[in-house]
């Protein structure tokens, strides 16, 4: 305990030079109390802090207590090292004080319920903050009585899952808040037994937000008026309906087919990786127009918009993609590449069938020709100044022509 490798070795030493500074004052003073007892007298337990002779710092618990030698009276003391215990209460007093800080400062919910009755033991600030409920309001009441669980038989499920499988990751729940307010969450589970008793411990992360995006997100897709695919590892991961019913394909079934399959052949598939991956692994928007190939074989010319959705990262940019199609037709295409349409000669203008003066004599209309220089009725509408046929807009017989 003190070093020394023999004990011939320490006798004659110092023992208070082993002590640390301040600790060797207090155990002069408890020797020198110690010699004024009466044999059999004994003083309580004390901790002390010591150095070996390799300086190695040692916590003891010390004890003395008075008895009689063969040259007299003298003190005998017991030392207990209480290093390696001490290390592990302190290691776990940094252990709790750390769990307790992540638990205080996560941004996800985290509780701690009784497993057969659903009664909280524990819960953090995030779930006060989003529940609305106080700690003081939640503890030791179940969540069936706060109605915390928008269905009550999702913990039940939940609890059934924990003991079948021994925890749950990422399932979605829907909870309700003290304000009626419906929060849809990722929950994970995993029991945890303390004194005899079994506790379930919840991770619970707000998506609500995530959610609505997700939601919006599917709106766009669903109801977009070009097809949408996403691939991954040349493998779609998401098309929109308007993709399976361009390429021919039921509902659902193209999600996980290969890349190629909606191209004429794997020649054409691998020309169109080599043209455009260097371009997609530039981080580069890709418009292209290429033939492609339905579900029954036929095929058709197809406008294509592309771009990595992982430019970063080369050896995926090739791989992975977010694509948009269309069909093209002659009427879509750019005026360049339309078929030019023969114009037809303009004709020359056709003379209007003026009236003659044989005619001018034929019975008077509301609408008459009249041939002059300049028409006297004040409500003629032929142009001043005009020698020529025009026709007057006046009463028979007010009609000058």
């Known amino acids: 305990?003190?070093?020394?490798?023999?004990?011939?070795?320490?006798?004659?030493?110092?023992?208070?030079?082993?002590?640390?500074?301040?600790?060797?004052?207090?155990?002069?003073?408890?020797?020198?109390?110690?010699?004024?007892?009466?044999?059999?007298?004994?003083?309580?337990?004390?901790?002390?802090?010591?150095?070996?002779?390799?300086?190695?710092?040692?916590?003891?618990?010390?004890?003395?207590?008075?008895?009689?030698?063969?040259?007299?009276?003298?003190?005998?003391?017991?030392?207990?090292?209480?290093?390696?215990?001490?290390?592990?209460?302190?290691?776990l007093r940094r252990s709790e004080g750390l769990l307790s800080h992540l638990v205080a400062t996560s941004p996800d919910v985290i509780t701690l319920t009784e497993m057969s009755s659903g009664r909280y033991a524990m819960v953090n600030k995030t779930f006060e903050r989003l529940s609305g409920y106080t700690s003081d309001e939640v503890m030791g009441r179940t969540a069936d009585e706060l109605g915390i669980w928008q269905n009550l038989a999702d913990r039940d499920q939940v609890v059934s899952a924990v003991r079948q499988h021994g925890r749950i990751n990422e399932m979605p729940f829907n909870f309700v808040a003290k304000s009626g307010e419906v929060i849809s969450m990722v929950l994970s589970a995993a029991p945890f037994n303390m004194d005899g008793q079994a506790y379930l411990v919840i991770n619970a992360r707000d998506v609500s937000e995530t959610e609505r995006t997700r939601l919006v997100h599917a709106a766009i897709l669903q109801n977009a008026s070009i097809g949408i695919c996403l691939t991954r590892d040349q493998h779609f991961v998401q098309v929109n309906p308007l993709v399976e019913e361009m390429f021919g394909w039921p509902p659902g079934t193209l999600l996980g087919q290969h890349a190629s399959v909606v191209w004429p052949n794997p020649e054409a598939y691998a020309s169109v990786a080599a043209d455009l991956g260097p371009r997609f692994e530039a981080g580069e928007q890709v418009e292209t127009e290429r033939s492609m190939r339905r579900h029954d074989g036929t095929f058709f010319l197809c406008r294509i918009l592309a771009k990595?959705?992982?430019?970063?990262?080369?050896?995926?940019?090739?791989?992975s993609g977010f694509w948009k199609t269309s069909p093209r037709s002659a009427a879509s295409k750019p005026p360049w590449r339309r078929p030019r349409t023969r114009r037809?000669?303009?004709?020359?203008?056709?003379?209007?069938?003026?009236?003659?003066?044989?005619?001018?004599?034929?019975?008077?209309?509301?609408?008459?020709?009249?041939?002059?220089?300049?028409?006297?009725?004040?409500?003629?509408?032929?142009?001043p100044g005009a020698n020529t046929w025009t026709r007057c807009w006046t009463a028979p017989r007010a009609c000058p022509g």
Do not use: N
């Open 1 to 91: 305990m003190f070093g020394y490798t023999q004990r011939s070795s320490m006798i004659g030493q110092d023992l208070f030079s082993h002590y640390e500074p301040g600790d060797d004052e207090r155990a002069r003073q408890r020797t020198a109390k110690m010699e004024t007892l009466p044999v059999g007298a004994l003083l309580p337990m004390a901790e002390f802090k010591l150095r070996t002779l390799s300086r190695r710092r040692r916590l003891v618990q010390a004890t003395s207590v008075r008895v009689d030698a063969t040259s007299g009276p003298a003190t005998l003391s017991f030392f207990i090292d209480q290093t390696e215990t001490s290390r592990a209460q302190e290691a």
């Open 308 to 319: 990595a959705s992982t430019p970063t990262t080369p050896a995926a940019a090739a791989r």
């Open 344 to 383: 037809k000669p303009p004709t020359a203008p056709r003379a209007p069938s003026w009236p003659t003066p044989a005619t001018r004599s034929a019975p008077r209309s509301t609408a008459c020709w009249a041939w002059r220089a300049c028409c006297s009725s004040p409500i003629c509408k032929k142009r």
